[in-house]
């Protein structure tokens, strides 16, 4: 039977463990045991239309691997959301808390919608119905969503008071991402963008950049792609091309990031869930169709998400979706080094392709792992009822980021192999010290060969038949 498209995600997700596992300490059982996700939820999720229609939309949860901990995800609403899709960025966000030691195992959810299409009523119907179709399979100790593509800190809110109805408790855990107000963390909102600048200013470091001199491309203008632009930018990096869904802009002396930031959010209202306004039609000044009259020149020239990404610049920074650099691509890329904050953006066959050319990929279980990690830290602060700091929280995250960054980085150049398959090694290491714990082929084999086998206390010792 042939892999359908969305399947062959999936596929291609697990495909790099095999590769991975031969520089890391693993049982032959704990790898096998990875390629499997341990629960899958699909549910049908009726809302009624301002119309007075009814709607059926159908949504996914999947709960890859849950050894380290409760397994954690964002909730996606987007019309291209499929079962392999959702699968393959649970699997990703297993290695991804593994790679940072975070307590969590890996989870994710979607919705195959247009959320633009919806109203901000129906919107939040969809959003609370998806919460009560999931509540038996979502928690605080089971498995605990937050936001993606097209789902932000209202609908969590939204989502944690569905929840809260349900089991009749305020239960801020069960979800993060949330507002501030509800129980949110400071520094969450820009946590995925600053976790990736924290990656960069690392190879800063170690490559002894001049940020003036460095050009970098953003693929990608949502909340991730933004805050990593605005950071670099601060810290006088040169960002000269970014884009959205609808088109990207080009300029050889840099962009204005938050000006740029600035003007898309200025197209939606006040209150608004999505922005109306494209990052394109913010920067062509100029143009007989753009309406906006705060600049004095032209910013750019209009280009395509197709050739932002292939742009000579010295960082590329895919902060869209997933499968963007393939192997259609990927000889046209021309930057050295790529850093993946979207989940997925790269295929395998284009990672081949890229190692041969000596680009150096910090891949997405590392360079978007900021947003996890806050969001762990909010769990913690919601369990414990005390809240830190945004200088607490980006000292925290700072101090992970760096931590496992030059850990994995060190180990790329002693095995002499590409970053994401030393970064998978390290994920594939930390699971697998779980797994083992608990018992495996080998454990269990001794046993049969000694009667007298110590379950690992002194003095302890149990007869099998």
């Known amino acids: 039977m042939p892999v359908s498209e969305s399947d062959g995600i999936f596929t291609d997700a697990i495909g790099r463990l095999d590769r991975a596992a031969e ?46 901990g409760p397994t954690k995800g964002g909730i996606r609403f987007h019309p291209q ?78 989502m944690m008071d569905e929840y809260g109805k349900i089991h009749r408790q305020r239960t801020p855990a069960m979800i993060t991402g949330k507002p501030i107000p509800l129980g949110g963390s400071l520094g969450r909102d820009d946590a995925t963008g600053r976790g990736a600048y924290y990656c960069i200013k690392e190879l800063e470091r170690i490559r002894n950049w001049k940020p003036a001199n460095v050009r ?41 990031i938050p000006r740029a930031i600035q003007l898309k959010k200025e197209g939606q209202a006040v209150g608004a869930v999505y922005s109306s306004r494209s990052v394109c039609d913010c920067l062509k000044c100029g143009s007989a169709d753009c309406n906006c009259s705060r600049h004095d020149s032209a910013t750019g020239e209009v280009i395509s998400n197709e050739a932002l990404l292939e742009l000579d610049v010295d960082v590329l920074i895919p902060a869209a979706l997933e499968n963007q650099i393939t192997q259609d691509n990927a000889d046209r890329v021309k930057a050295p080094v790529i850093i993946e904050v979207a989940n997925g953006p790269t295929t395998s066959q284009a990672d081949e392709i890229l190692t041969a050319k000596g680009t150096l990929v910090v891949p997405d279980i590392l360079a978007n792992a900021g947003g996890v990690t806050v969001s762990y830290f909010e769990w913690v602060q919601n369990l414990a009822g005390y809240y830190w700091t945004v200088e607490e929280v980006h000292e925290r995250l700072q101090k992970i980021m760096a931590r496992e960054f030059n850990a994995i980085y060190e180990f790329m150049n002693d095995k002499g192999i590409d970053m994401r398959t030393a970064a998978y090694a390290q994920a594939l290491d930390r699971i697998s010290e779980a797994i083992e714990a608990q018992g495996t082929s080998v454990y269990f084999a001794a046993d049969r060969t000694n009667s007298n086998h110590s379950a690992g206390k002194p003095g302890h010792t149990r007869s099998y038949p």
């Open 23 to 68: 520089f890391a300490a693993i049982d032959s059982e704990a790898l096998e045991k990875l390629k499997h996700p341990k629960a899958i939820l699909e549910v049908s999720i009726p809302v009624r239309m301002d119309d007075g229609s009814l709607r059926v939309f159908r949504g996914y949860r999947v709960r890859y691997d849950c050894t380290r």
């Open 81 to 158: 959301v499929s079962l392999g899709e959702v699968k393959a960025l649970a699997f990703w966000m297993t290695c991804k808390c593994a790679v940072v030691g975070i307590p969590f195992g890996g989870g994710k959810g979607g919705v195959v919608v247009d959320p633009k299409q919806l109203s901000r009523m129906e919107l939040e119907r969809l959003s609370r119905g998806f919460v009560d179709e999931m509540a038996d399979f979502i928690g605080p100790n089971t498995d605990i969503p937050a936001p993606d593509v097209y789902t932000n800190a209202m609908i969590m809110g939204w």
């Open 216 to 256: 970098v491309a953003v693929q990608g203008f949502g909340n991730a792609g933004q805050h990593v632009a605005r950071l670099l930018y601060d810290d006088g990096y040169r960002v000269v091309a970014t884009s959205d869904s609808r088109g990207g802009v080009y300029r050889e002396e840099g962009l204005d």
